[in-house]
């Protein structure tokens, strides 16, 4: 255990469906004996209708973390990260096993914890830090650092109700990171902020874990997780199906979110993903002859489909189409903001917005699309990740005599021109 800072043992966390406690003494006393004697599950399986209510967030979750250690903890929205972070910070007590910690913890899981919205941005650096366990001489001693960088001292004597979420979680993001604990543990409050505070965030983390302290690193952005982490733990369903190496990780979670058999996908007319303005019905990719397919040649075109229904008249439709390698690295975005497209005001009925992605571009390997709308002014966001996966395939176009791999995700058809400046005779 000694250069151990985290073990978890077996931790499995029960909710009752709709159940803060019990309901009343008598069964709240036969669940804590239930508990004491590992029985829990039991408890609840007096008839059928708990039965439907018992949900395991939680599964027999085991593993270490290591001192100074860097780990990625991942899973899609739903698989029990956030559960079991809530253990680690002592929120909520698992049903089973147990959790050994070494040193000091920090966590920093939902934006502006602890902070009071009527007191100034200053006087909840003194009340965030007290809560987080700093003495009022340490707050003192770095009270100009915090501020500095957070960014927000133009503000820093107003009263945080009246900051946005970003400047909320740049200030309770530099109070924790200041903190210097053993163990910090971090949620995906870090999408909150901007990009460059982002990119100010992932710095730190590293500086932190660059002095020996062990970081629990929680994101849905693969590119900060192998930024970031040596090893990682991946969660679903309550249950740790793999742990490792960063890169194989990552990599396996990403093939559990692509569609790699599919090359256009169709939402129910309930679950149709959108804003007020519009409901996006389907997204499909094409080839060059207008074929659905999911696998391309590195020398054609291709086409990315939306078909979307308009609700009302008069609506502006503000679309983004983003492409991320199998990395889950984000290549490029590209929006409707040309006057054909962005400036029209549709009337109600359903549309196809088309992107064509031009032939020679992509390197071969494999591709992930997400697609994001917007009402008029880039307004009420919502966002589709890794909705469709793509394949390119090597045709050996622009590939002359040279047989190795080409690095990176692209692989551009770019001019060359060469011309003598001097010939020796």
């Known amino acids: 255990m000694e250069d151990i800072a985290i073990r978890i043992e077996q931790v499995s966390k029960l909710y009752r469906l709709g159940i803060i406690s019990s309901g009343s003494l008598k069964e709240d006393i036969g669940m804590l004996l239930a508990k004491i004697n590992k029985r829990e599950d039991e408890y609840f399986e007096a008839g059928e209708q708990e039965r439907k209510q018992l949900v395991w967030a939680l599964k027999d979750i085991t593993f270490d973390v290591k001192k100074g250690e860097v780990l990625g903890l991942i899973g899609k929205n739903g698989a029990g990260k956030s559960t079991l972070l809530k253990i680690l910070s002592r929120v909520t007590e698992p049903t089973r096993g147990r959790v050994k910690i070494r040193g000091r913890i920090v966590s920093l899981l939902e934006v502006g914890t602890g902070f009071h919205p009527e ?30 960088f957070s960014g927000v001292s133009k503000y820093i004597d107003t009263p945080v109700k009246r900051y946005s979420s970003g400047m909320y979680v740049r200030l309770a993001f530099a109070v924790a990171a200041h903190l210097e604990p053993e163990i910090l543990i971090v949620d995906e409050v870090l999408a909150v902020g901007d990009a460059e505070f982002q990119a100010k965030c992932l710095g730190k983390i590293k500086d932190v874990s660059a002095h020996g302290r062990t970081v629990v690193f929680v994101s849905h952005s693969m590119a900060a997780v192998r930024s970031l982490c040596q090893s990682a733990v991946l969660i679903d369903q309550g249950q740790v199906t793999d742990s490792g190496d960063v890169g194989r990780i990552v990599d396996r979670y990403l093939g559990l979110n692509q569609v790699v058999t599919a090359s256009s996908v169709h939402f129910p007319p309930n679950e149709r993903p959108g804003n007020v303005d519009f409901k996006v019905i389907a997204i499909r990719i094409r080839n060059q002859w207008g074929d659905e397919s999911n696998a391309f040649f590195v020398s054609a075109d291709f086409t990315i489909e939306i078909e979307y229904e308009v609700l009302k008249d008069d609506v502006q439709i503000c679309l983004s189409v983003s492409l991320n390698n199998a ?40 591709f992930h699309i997400a697609i994001n709308g917007y009402r008029e002014g880039w307004s009420d966001h919502f966002g589709i990740n890794n909705v469709l996966s793509f394949e390119m395939l090597d045709d050996n176009a622009l590939r002359g005599d040279y047989k190795q791999n080409y690095g990176g995700s692209f692989r551009p058809k770019l001019e060359w021109n060469t011309k003598a400046v001097s010939n020796s005779k």
Not at 119 to 148: C, H, P, Q
Not at 328 to 345: H, I, M
């Open 327 to 366: 990395q889950g690295d984000g290549l490029f975005a590209s929006l409707n903001t040309t006057d054909r497209e962005y400036d029209v005001k549709r009337k109600q009925g359903v549309y196809m917005s088309s992107v064509k992605v031009f032939g020679s571009l992509l390197n071969c390997g494999k």
């Open 119 to 148: 007191l100034t941005g200053k006087e909840n650096v003194f009340l965030n830090g007290a809560i987080l366990g700093m003495s009022k001489r340490e707050i003192l001693s770095k009270y100009d650092e915090i501020v500095e």
